[in-house]
């Protein structure tokens, strides 16, 4: 009798162990996406003043908080484009940043333009960042001051660049621009760099301003779509709603042609010595980290806006993290190593570490960028990776392709979908995709495609839809990327 009962027990315990393991590996191999196709029209209202929304909401000694409109809002250059519009013109840009950054890889792999500093810790602020989803300059964008007494002006985020740069006057050629034009004259506290100065040496051609003979050192960044800004290299005064921050290094741009719209200029926050998180690593110890939002969300109980903060508080010790990759011919970029890919469940076969080296002349690799939406892969890994998913998603229904992507599903009159799992392996850890972050709406009749693409070329580059709600950590004195899920 005591026989029969333990083998009952032994038999109960294993259909349970049985039935766990079968709800684990369920869970691993698919994701549940809710189907919220593309509106059909534009949500969101324009600032109501000067402030720009930007209302403090917590204040501290190492971090400040702020609210801002959502970029589509002060734009008035596609205020009558619908989502379906826009959607197709940031694919568009999107097909021009890669190859701007593809182009700057491959030019630099051919010389050095490596310099640091070393850090030192402090405290930190914090900020809101907002989604450049109708802007030709960039994706992601943020209103600081400029100047003693403070201009308010909106600056473009960017990780794949290093100078901080604005639009001066007076100008030779300047772009339309949402704000006033800086004028550098009403400033106290603007002062130009001198010609031959340990400053203007940090520069990559810092001899423009002795062959042209001026006294002032002169800057000048060309980007790979042929846009470029070219003026006085200066310092000035930047102003974070009550965190100020003197001495930055800043490109006074008076010509500045190319696909610049809208933002005053661009924020660098790229790993180079002139970056913003470089030039200010005594400060903010070399810390940053940003969470992007879903791009129709104005800041909301339900949806909180995109943020940015800087210091120590900017990297949760929650994260997974992932040992940055040092370029020897490119301080830039973020390199990341990427060992793998997951689809529901299992290693995909096609997709290894070696296709994503980033070897000794500085060429391959995967980079991190907020500048990027889509994230591209080299062909190879692509193929793979894509065949993977399709064949984990064979019971839903296929649409035909759509701009650069090649798999596309019709979702028409659902509510909610079982797709497969998207998991990246890092060197040092896992980072689980939310469906929403692979598998996106392109217009509003139901038709979703995975919002992955091939690239030709040997860098791969990890976009900010795949990023969307997580936090990401850059930690410049610890040479390391964290992701948290969940955390805007």
Not at 76 to 101: G, I, M, Q, T
Not at 226 to 238: K, R
Not at 385 to 407: E, I, N, Q, V
Request: hydrophobic share 35%; glycine share 10%; charged share 15%.
């Amino acid at each position: 009798m005591g026989r029969k009962v333990q083998n009952t027990l032994i038999f109960s315990v294993a259909v349970l162990l049985l039935s766990l393991s079968s709800a684990a590996s369920s869970s691993s191999q698919y994701n549940t996406l809710v189907v919220n196709t593309l509106p059909s029209s534009q949500i969101l209202s324009s600032p109501d003043s000067e402030s720009e929304s930007l209302n403090t909401v917590s204040e501290s000694t190492t971090s400040l908080s702020l609210h801002l409109s959502h970029v589509d809002a002060i734009s008035s250059s596609f205020s009558d484009a619908s989502p379906s519009e826009l959607f197709n013109l940031r694919l568009k840009r999107d097909s021009l940043r890669v190859e701007s950054l593809t182009s700057l890889a491959a030019v630099s792999s051919r010389r050095n333009v490596t310099r640091r500093r070393t850090p030192r810790s402090a405290g930190g602020f914090s900020g809101a960042v907002i989604s450049g989803l109708s802007q030709g300059s960039g994706e992601y964008f943020m209103r600081l001051g400029v100047g003693t007494p403070a201009t308010n002006m909106y600056m473009v985020l960017d990780t794949g660049s290093d100078v901080v740069w604005l639009q001066c006057a007076p100008c030779k050629v300047c772009y339309n621009q949402s704000d006033a034009i800086f004028d550098p004259s009403k400033s106290k506290t603007f002062a130009p760099v001198p010609c031959g100065s340990r400053l203007c040496r940090r520069l990559d051609d810092s001899t423009e301003c002795v062959r042209q003979r001026s006294k002032t050192c002169l800057y000048q960044v060309s980007y790979g779509d042929g846009s470029f800004t070219l003026g006085d290299f200066s310092t000035e005064t930047l102003t974070f709603k009550g965190a100020r921050v003197d001495h930055v290094a800043v490109g006074c741009g008076h010509d500045n042609e190319g696909l610049f719209v809208g933002a005053a200029g661009l924020l660098g926050l790229g790993r180079g010595g002139l970056s913003f998180p470089s030039q200010t690593r005594n400060r903010y110890n070399g810390k940053f980290s940003y969470c992007l939002v879903d791009r129709t969300s104005s800041g909301s109980a339900s949806k909180p806006p995109s943020t940015i903060v800087f210091g120590n508080d900017a990297v949760p010790k929650t994260s997974v993290f992932t040992p940055l990759l040092t370029n020897p011919k490119l301080d830039t970029f973020y390199y990341l190593q990427l060992l793998g890919i997951s689809v529901g469940g299992s290693r995909v076969r096609g997709v290894s570490e070696s296709q994503f080296k980033l070897d000794a002349t500085g060429n391959g690799g995967v980079i991190i960028d907020s500048g990027t939406s889509v994230t591209r892969l080299t062909q190879s890994a692509y193929v793979a990776l894509r065949d993977a998913f399709r064949l984990g998603a064979r019971r839903l229904k296929r649409a035909p392709s759509y701009s650069l992507f090649d798999t596309c599903f019709d979702l028409s009159g659902m509510t909610t979908v079982k797709v497969p799992t998207v998991v990246f392996h890092f060197g040092g850890g896992e980072v689980s995709l939310p469906a929403s972050n692979y598998l996106i709406p392109v217009n509003t009749e139901g038709r979703f495609c995975f919002a992955f693409a091939g690239t030709m070329g040997s860098l791969s580059i990890i976009g900010n839809i795949q990023q969307q709600g997580f936090r990401v950590a850059y930690d410049l004195t610890g040479s390391r990327v964290g992701f948290l899920p969940r955390a805007c």
